[in-house]
Each structure stands twice: as C-alpha cells, then as structure tokens.
C-alpha cells in the first residue's frame, strides 16, 4: 500500500537529503538552507502520522467503490500494468492541475511549494489535510474503472518515489527525454513563481499531458528559476507550514463582501482578488 512503502522509503529519502546538504556548498557555492530543510523533514514525519491514522479510512474508501465496478482490468499483465501506470498518470495530472487552480485544494498542495530553495527534501515536503480537503477524491474514478485499489497505491507510490529525484538544480537539461519525462528542468518551472512559470508542468512521471493540454513550459535560459510561494514563506514550523494557507484562505473568506466574493476565496483559484466592498 503507498502509504507503507512511502513509510519504508521516508528514512533513505531523508538520508539522500541530508547527504546533498552535505555536498550543498561545493556544488552550489552557497550556504545550504538548513532551516528549510528541517523544516521539510518535520512536515514529512507529521504527514506519515497522518498517512498511517488516515490510511486505512481512505483504503476502506477505495474497496468500497471498487466493489461497484462494472469490469476488471488484469493487473498480472504488462497491459494492464502499463494501463494502469498510465491511468494513474492521467488522473495524477487533473489532480495536480485542480490542486493548483482551487484555492480549497491549494491550501493543502502550498506546502509543497512553500520552500524557497529547491532541495531533495522538497520532495518529502508535503501536505497534512488531503483527508480534510478531499484531495484524493479524484483518484476514486480509477478503482471505478477496474484498477484494484492496491495496484493503485503501488503505482501512486512508484509516481511519488519517482518524483524525488527532481527536485534538483544540478541536473541540467536532459535532451530528447524533456519531451516524455518529467526531468529536473521540468520540475524546476513547476516549482518557480516567475509569472511565465506559474501552473506549468503538472505531471508526476511524463509532461506528454502538459504538452497535450497546454500547460507546458520550458526552463529558458534568460530566466533562472525563483523557488517559493508568490507570497515566500518563511516559517520553519512544521504546524506553521502546514495550516498557514488554510489561515489565508478564510481570513480572505471572512474579508470578503457577499456570498459570491466568499465561495471565489474558497473555489476560485488562487491568487483571485478579494473583494471588500
Ligand atoms: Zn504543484
Ligand atoms: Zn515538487
């Protein structure tokens, strides 16, 4: 299940994290962020909590809608793994995409993009509240479909595993491959908040949806990455990391004038201007 082998992964993730801490001056000429990464390794350790009190509600979740499926798709075949790994990908996509566009679903993925430097432990930087939000609700369609939801954990797990290593500024462009993969380039734009690289590269393991439905960006030379939310956080509270949007979303709520403006600081994306008056 992806929450017992994110679990069994969390300490080698974190060990790779530290060592790139270790070796962050010689490659990068500066001070490593050392609060930032702590940080990271606190919000890591509370969502596992989360991940081993929550997981069992959403797996029973999941068993239960699998129970309506209309069919089976066979998942002791190279199809139907790669079906799968591809599905998982596709519903990966729209998921990340909403996190980004619905301030309600934001609140939960900022944390992920509160760091002002990107490191490994980024990576491992993720939210407390998707049980709260209903974030993984659209991953429900996939059981729906045929897919058992342990394969789904398992190629979820193997999509976020895969993500770790991107999270990196030393690896430069990798040719042909920034077309199919999600690279280190790609990631980076995702993770910077210069305008032109705001809600770019959505993907887990492949950009092939991003350039399918446009929302793809290259890293340009003429324009180095800046790490961090449009507002930098600067907290190293773990609690602090993980609630501070969900504190900006209904402070801009109670802020608002009428229902309209209310329910756009709650569904509408991001960034949307309030409305006082
Ligand atoms: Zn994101
Ligand atoms: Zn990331």
Not at 151 to 168: C, D, E, M, P
Request: net charge positive; glycine share 8%; aromatic share 14%.
């Amino acid at each position: 299940m992806t929450q017992h082998i994110l679990l069994f992964a969390l300490p080698a993730l974190v060990a790779i994290g530290l060592l790139e801490a270790l070796f962050w001056r010689r490659l990068h000429g500066s001070a490593y962020p050392w609060g930032e990464g702590f940080a990271s390794i606190g919000v890591a350790i509370g969502q596992a909590v989360k991940r081993i009190l929550a997981g069992g509600i959403v797996l029973a979740l999941f068993m239960a809608v699998w129970q309506i499926r209309p069919w089976t798709v066979p998942l002791d075949s190279v199809w139907g793994l790669a079906l799968l790994m591809l599905a998982v990908e596709f519903v990966y996509y729209w998921h990340h995409r909403l996190h980004h566009r619905v301030r309600w679903f934001w609140a939960t993925h900022a944390v992920h993009h509160s760091p002002n430097h990107l490191t490994f432990l980024t990576a491992v930087r993720l939210g407390w509240t998707s049980e709260i939000s209903g974030g993984f609700l659209p991953f429900l369609v996939l059981p729906l479909l045929g897919f058992h939801p342990i394969g789904v954990f398992g190629a979820l797990a193997v999509n976020l595993l895969y993500q770790f290593w991107i999270h990196t500024e030393t690896v430069p462009r990798l040719g042909w491959l920034e077309y199919v993969l999600n690279t280190p380039s790609n990631h980076r734009v995702h993770h910077a908040s210069n305008e032109r690289y705001l809600d770019r590269n959505f993907g887990g393991m492949l950009v092939v949806f991003d350039r399918l439905f446009g929302t793809y960006a290259a890293e340009a030379a003429e324009e180095p990455c800046r790490y961090g939310l449009t507002t930098p956080l600067v907290s190293t509270n773990p609690v602090t990391i993980a609630f501070h949007e969900w504190g900006n979303m209904l402070r801009d709520v109670r802020r608002a004038r009428g229902l309209r403006a209310k329910a756009r600081m709650l569904f509408g994306p991001p960034g949307a201007p309030l409305e006082t008056r």
